[in-house]
């Protein structure tokens, strides 16, 4: 059928009304419907389809907690139980169940103190050396004493946090100490001797470790029986000849044969009496023998003991 074209109407023309139908695409009431009111937009839903929307959300929102969480509450409610159930047990009365969870609760929760001062210490101890060498002409010459702990702290102010090597001197005296009073009055007199006799050959030697464990043993109030705190104590005499040799070799740049050292002890005044410029306490001093060096220091040790000497401001 051939349509009929006429004047448009509105901007549209009555070939396109009749291809769209009898009533237009619209429909037979029009884009305003039927009482002459706007039909709302695909975009605008009413009201009452966002609060039924909400409503779901609320209702997600709401459900009940996953089963993880479920186990996490019940582990954490567990743990805070038994911790209650030990606190309360710890404080009751002593029983074997309190016996128990002490031992297995102390490690971790009992306090200590004397973790922040283990040894209070009321004394000051510092390490002094002497050493003894050949001049040119064959003479034993006999040096002055240095204060060792003393050299090594002048590194110390001014750093918060100051390097260990710093007290070596100082933690070497206190395990020097500590094995010299475990000997009792009579070993201690001998060790503060000289440790040195005369070579068949001639000249003098260190003393063998066999001849002086056997002199302490047979001066022992109990002999036989403190054979191991004599062998701790020259192991450590051992040990310290060693330190003072080397370090008496770096200071005076000499071949040294014999050295010695000294304990100093410095207290200071009890708290009442720490604004009294009057010394309360006499200082004291412990000085052992000569010991005879016999080994030779290796250059590399000996390059350490230089550097450290002229580092701290000891260099002759």
């Keep these: 059928m051939t349509p009929i074209t006429r004047t448009p109407v509105g901007g549209r023309s009555d070939t396109l009304r009749q291809a769209q139908g009898p009533e237009g695409a619209q429909g037979p009431e ?10 709302p937009d695909g975009d605008q839903a009413p009201a009452s389809g966002r609060q039924d929307r909400g409503a779901g959300s609320s209702r997600d929102e709401a459900a009940p907690p996953k089963r993880a969480a479920r186990i ?3 582990v954490s409610i567990a743990l805070v139980g038994v911790y209650v159930a030990g606190t309360l047990v710890i404080v009751s009365p002593t029983t074997p169940v309190r016996g128990a969870v002490v031992a297995a609760a102390g490690p971790y929760f ?4 004397n973790v922040f001062a283990p040894s209070i210490m009321k004394t000051n101890i510092t390490f002094s050396v002497q050493a003894q060498w050949r001049d040119a002409d064959g003479t034993l010459v006999k040096s002055d004493w240095v204060n060792v702990t003393k050299l090594e702290q002048q590194a110390v102010p001014g750093h918060a946090e100051p390097s260990r090597i710093q007290k070596s001197s100082w933690n070497a005296m206190l395990a020097y100490n ?8 009579q070993q201690r007199e001998l060790v503060r001797d000289t440790f040195i006799q005369r070579a068949d050959g001639g000249g003098y030697r260190a003393q063998s470790a066999e001849s002086l ?10 002999p036989g029986s403190g054979q191991g705190d004599v062998v701790r104590f020259l192991r450590y005499d051992y040990m310290l000849k060693e330190y003072a040799t080397a370090f008496s070799t ?3 740049d000499q071949d040294v044969e014999r050295v010695r050292w000294r304990i100093d002890r410095t207290r200071p005044n009890d708290f009442e009496n720490r604004f009294s410029e009057e010394q309360q306490f006499d200082d004291t001093a412990v000085t052992f023998g000569w010991r005879h060096v016999d080994d030779v220091i290796d250059p590399e040790t000996l390059a350490v003991y230089r550097d450290v000497v002229t580092r701290y401001g000891g260099a002759r």
């Design 178 to 185: 500590a094995r010299y009073l475990a000997l009792d009055a």
């Design 110 to 113: 009992t306090q200590k103190w």
């Design 72 to 74: 996490a509450a019940a």
């Design 30 to 39: 029009g884009a305003q419907g039927p009482d002459g009111r706007e039909e």
């Design 213 to 222: 464990i056997a002199d302490l043993d047979a001066v022992s109030t109990t």
């Design 250 to 252: 770096a200071y005076f």
